[in-house]
């Protein structure tokens, strides 16, 4: 699937104000469902909702620690996150 340019960003005003205020902590743009996300942007925004409800802001904020610093890396370099720790 090819990025549309131009992409209407839409609002986020729906958008659990948990979830809004996690990604704005990694700079993270939530773009709506319509967009092909591009580097440091999301539209899984009910994903992110289910790992704060699931399992607390404490372990979504992990994850999307992982998932910043990961940006730009590659697979190897990713998946060796995963797999040590990392200072938050």
């Known amino acids: 699937m090819l990025a ?3 992409c209407n960003r839409g609002s986020t ?6 979830v809004a205020a996690l990604c704005g902590e ?13 580097e440091g942007q ?12 699931d399992h607390g802001a404490a372990h979504a904020r992990l994850v999307l620690c992982v998932l910043a610093k990961a940006i730009g890396q590659t697979k190897e370099e990713a998946r060796s996150l995963v797999s040590r720790r990392i200072p938050i």
């Open 4 to 6: 549309r340019e131009g």
């Open 13 to 18: 005003a729906d958008v659990d104000p948990r």
């Open 26 to 38: 990694f700079d993270v743009e939530i773009v709506p469902k319509s967009c092909y996300p591009k």
């Open 42 to 53: 999301t539209r899984a925004v009910g994903s992110i909702r289910r790992l704060i409800h």
